[in-house]
């Protein structure tokens, strides 16, 4: 089988505002636009597309897997926005980084509430 995930789309209150946190928090490209949506690009094909309404932004998780050095980088731009993180998802560990499998990961808010969250390694993956 060939399946694979292509695209998302992430409901927003400011499309401009939360595509450009996310491209800019991840180090990527600056979004594209396509019909109604603001379109960030994700390095493995996948996009998440970002629809701006005044309805109730249903809250979604985004995880991200990034190499060691890329965590580095992605996590200073996150304490120099001032972003509140945690190591884990119930944000009982606030200021925190996890190592699970010997990895690095935190979870942090985009400006709608969706909660991001980037890894170095798959969980499960090893140790």
């Given at each position: 089988?060939?399946?694979?995930?292509?695209?998302?789309?992430a409901w927003c209150r400011d499309k401009k505002r939360s595509a450009g946190f996310l491209a800019h928090v991840l180090?990527?490209?600056?979004?594209?636009?396509?019909?109604h949506f603001l379109i960030v690009?994700?390095?493995?094909?996948?996009?998440?597309?970002?629809f701006e309404t005044t309805e109730h932004v249903a809250l979604q998780h985004f995880a991200f897997l990034v190499t060691e050095?890329?965590?580095?980088s992605i996590y200073?731009?996150?304490?120099?926005?001032?972003?509140?993180?945690?190591?884990?998802?119930a944000r009982t560990k606030p200021?925190?980084?996890?190592?699970?499998d010997g990895g690095r990961g935190v979870?942090?808010?985009?400006?709608?509430?969706?909660?991001?969250?980037?890894?170095t390694r798959p969980y499960g993956s090893g140790n």
């Open positions: 089988m060939t399946v694979q995930l292509n695209h998302t789309i180090g990527l490209p600056e979004p594209r636009r396509f019909v690009d994700l390095s493995n094909g996948v996009s998440i597309d970002y050095e890329e965590f580095d200073g731009r996150i304490q120099k926005l001032g972003v509140e993180v945690w190591a884990d998802p200021g925190e980084i996890n190592r699970h979870y942090f808010e985009d400006p709608d509430g969706h909660f991001l969250e980037i890894i």
